[in-house]
């Protein structure tokens, strides 16, 4: 009887196109109702403002008609026009949720007719129907981290200027940035998608609590936390180098020596995680960065969960297929063996420059994960020393009673990793090309 009633109110009220978009169709019609109450129609002129760079957002624009273009003006006073919106396009939303000036200027092309949103009413309308909430979320979803132009680029937020997206996932985005000293930080920002999701919401923050705990020298550092446009942002020290994943991409297998090297330094980085109550749960190349100076850095603690926690919801797998242990397939108690395995997976892709499970199909992984016999070092084309070779097998074995970690005898193999295999390929690289895997790009989490 009331969406009777409300859709009858409805029909009593002169709607305009505006409301017709796509981008209202999830939102209740009271909703609708009031936000129609909250905006006012105002008129441009031919190459009138709507938005002038630097200004600090007050109010949000729904286009009716017309044409606007968006224009950005650099130092100099020269202007660039980088995008051009029409009816149904929504302006101003970012700088109105910030409360921060205007990153560009956005001018009529001809005569254009907006509905225009205040401050005041928009908080109204929040505090009234948290669905707007989520409405807004999925709309600046598209304007973050999109594939085109990302908005936050060249944006200041708490204390951090965004310089570039470092990569890009199901997950989250990552990105570069400075902070008031001109020092380098890295942004985790949570994927719009997740932000009304508890389970994930929850695995975010834990992650932030996590990194926050640790002080150890080859695991990322956390340096800050804060929420902005709806989502969450976690602030870490900025790895200048390359993932393990990228420079496999350039190699193809690196020199047995320098894996002795990089797996010294990353159990010590694992050992210290376990020592704290804490499985990783996603050991893979892409989450292990080496620096310009040959350090091995362990990051993206995603999915990271304290030692005997068992695995939750619908979903079995939590992690990355083709670096899983078999009991990572199972809703099981997860120990700190189930790291080692993962660990081993990664060694001989090091060593070979191919992952030890390929298969095609989730279903055929699966399969030759859960019949794994365990490791033969025979199975490379080269010949392993023997310590590293008996190691490998131990990671590798099926049952997790059987795997010897090691770590301590491992850890004795760091050293310093060859600077030039990182340096050489950064320097050949174009300054904007991504450099670092997203973490969780290939990640499966549970609901």
């Known amino acids: 009887m009331q969406d009777r009633n409300r859709n009858r109110m409805m029909a009593d009220i002169p709607v305009t196109r505006w409301l017709h978009s796509d981008a209202f169709a999830e939102l209740p019609s009271a ?14 002129s031919r190459g009138e403002h709507l938005i002038r760079q630097g200004e600090i957002g007050e ?37 109105l949720l ?26 109204t309308l ?8 989520q409405f807004l979320t999925q709309l600046v979803a598209t304007r973050v981290g999109g594939s085109d132009r990302d908005v936050l680029v060249g944006r200041n937020m708490e204390g951090y200027r965004i310089v570039r997206r470092l990569g890009r996932g199901g997950m989250a985005v990552v990105y570069e940035a400075v902070d008031e000293h001109d020092r380098q930080v890295a942004l985790k920002m949570m994927s719009h998608r997740l932000v009304f999701d508890e389970g994930s919401r929850d695995l975010f923050q834990q992650e932030a609590d996590i990194i926050a705990s640790f002080d150890h020298p080859h695991i990322v550092r956390m340096l800050g936390r804060f929420s902005m446009f709806y989502t969450y942002f976690i602030v870490v020290e900025f790895i200048d180098g390359l993932s393990l994943h990228d420079l496999l991409q350039r190699k193809r297998g690196l020199p047995h020596a320098m894996v ?66 078999p009991e990572q397939f199972e809703q099981a108690s997860l120990q ?6 993962s660990l081993g997976c990664l060694a001989v892709e090091l060593l070979t420059g191919k992952k030890l499970f390929d298969q095609s199909s989730i279903n055929k992984l699966l ?73 969780g790009l290939d990640s499966t989490i549970e609901n």
């Open 367 to 439: 399969e030759a994960v859960t019949a794994w016999p365990g490791w033969d070092p025979s199975s490379l084309p080269v010949q392993l020393d023997s310590d590293l070779a008996d190691v490998l097998a131990g990671w590798l074995s099926p049952d997790p009673a059987d795997r010897f970690a090691r770590f301590e005898e491992v850890a004795d193999w760091a050293g310093p990793v060859d600077a030039s295999a990182v340096i050489k390929p950064l320097e050949a690289e174009d300054p904007d090309v991504t450099r670092i895997e997203d973490p």
């Open 336 to 341: 700190p063996a189930t790291d080692v395995f």
């Open 98 to 123: 910030a409360r921060e000036p205007r990153t560009a200027h956005a001018i009529a092309e001809e005569s254009v007719v907006a509905r225009v949103l205040a401050v005041a009413d928009f908080h």
């Open 59 to 95: 109010e949000m624009f729904f286009v009716t008609s017309g044409q606007v273009a968006v224009v950005t003006e650099d130092l100099d006073g020269h202007q660039h026009i980088i995008a051009h919106t029409g009816p149904g396009e929504i302006l101003g939303e970012m700088a």
């Open 126 to 133: 929040v505090a009234r129907h948290p669905e707007f909430s």
């Open 260 to 325: 002795r090297r990089i797996l010294g330094q990353l159990v010590q980085a694992l050992g210290y995680a376990h020592d704290s109550g804490i499985i990783h749960r996603d050991i893979k190349p892409g989450n292990v960065m080496i620096t310009r100076e040959g350090r091995v850095k362990l990051m993206d603690f995603g999915l990271a969960k304290p030692v005997g926690a068992r695995t939750a919801g619908n979903r079995l797998l939590v992690g990355t297929p083709g670096y899983m242990a």
């Open 31 to 44: 909703a609708i109702l009031l936000l129609e109450k909250c905006t006012r129609e105002r008129s441009f």
